[in-house]
T-cell receptor
Framework: GAVVSQHPSRVICKSGTSVKIECRSLDFQATTMFWYRQFPKQSLMLMATSNEGSKATYEQGVEKDKFLINHASLTLSTLTVTSAHPEDSSFYICSARNSGNYGYTFGSGTRLTVV | EDKVVQSPLSLVVHEGDTVTLNCSYE??????LLWYKQEKKAPTFLFMLTSSGIEKKSGRLSSILDKKELSSILNITATQTGDSAIYLC?????????????FGGGTRLMVKP
């Protein structure tokens, strides 16, 4: 149980385009989801907390207009990287807290490459 | 600001060795401490610790939390090459936005045959 599905797993896009990443909780409801970014050989950095039915809470230094988060239902949160640039290339991971003893469940991650 | 520090940064051992990974934290409104193993993709859950002094064990892995010292250790005995990964410690705390995780920088473990 407590599976989080994240798509796509890998995406290559051109500079200036937008990319949408989806994160779904498959067998539980997630009122809160978290979006992280991970650079090579570094740890996970929290970008924002996504709350169902309300605005996301962004961490300091994360541009709200660039990283649009929508959490329209209890099982789906999306992160849209708008007007992507090569420096946005990174590994993006979502997670949700489940009600069991497993803490937070992570999606499988999305590797974004902007060319 | 919540802070989680892991040590060592990296570690190289040989199969059969025992390793101890450390995690210390400074957070407000502590709720739990979690350990994850990350290989090529997303982190996989290992342990969730909420009570001090109670060891959690899963096969060759074990972990314990010390709330007085604000720290936790993860032990791996009889290491195998498949244990090679980044081990992440995260602390769950409660703030105005609700519960959230703060990750440490990770310990990169390499187990050589």
């Amino acid at each position: 149980g407590a599976v989080v599905s994240q798509h796509p797993s890998r995406v290559i896009c051109k500079s200036g385009t937008s990319v949408k990443i989806e994160c779904r909780s498959l067998d539980f409801q997630a009122t809160t989801m978290f979006w992280y970014r991970q650079f090579p050989k570094q740890s996970l950095m929290l970008m924002a907390t996504s709350n169902e039915g309300s605005k996301a809470t962004y961490e300091q230094g994360v541009e709200k207009d660039k990283f649009l988060i929508n959490h329209a239902s209890l099982t789906l949160s999306t992160l849209t990287v708008t007007s992507a640039h090569p420096e946005d290339s990174s590994f993006y991971i979502c997670s949700a807290r489940n009600s069991g003893n497993y803490g937070y469940t992570f999606g499988s991650g999305t590797r974004l490459t902007v060319v | 600001e919540d802070k989680v520090v892991q040590s060592p940064l990296s570690l190289v051992v040989h199969e059969g060795d025992t390793v101890t990974l450390n995690c210390s934290y400074e957070v407000t409104n502590f709720r739990s401490l979690l350990w994850y193993k990350q290989e090529k993709k997303a982190p996989t859950f290992l342990f969730m610790l909420t009570s001090s002094g109670i060891e959690k064990k899963s096969g060759r892995l074990s972990s314990i939390l010390d709330k007085k010292e604000l720290s936790s250790i993860l032990n791996i005995t009889a290491t195998q090459t498949g244990d090679s990964a980044i081990y992440l410690c995260a602390v769950e705390a409660f703030n105005n936005a609700g519960n959230m995780l703060t990750f440490g920088g990770g310990t990169r473990l390499m187990v050589k045959p």
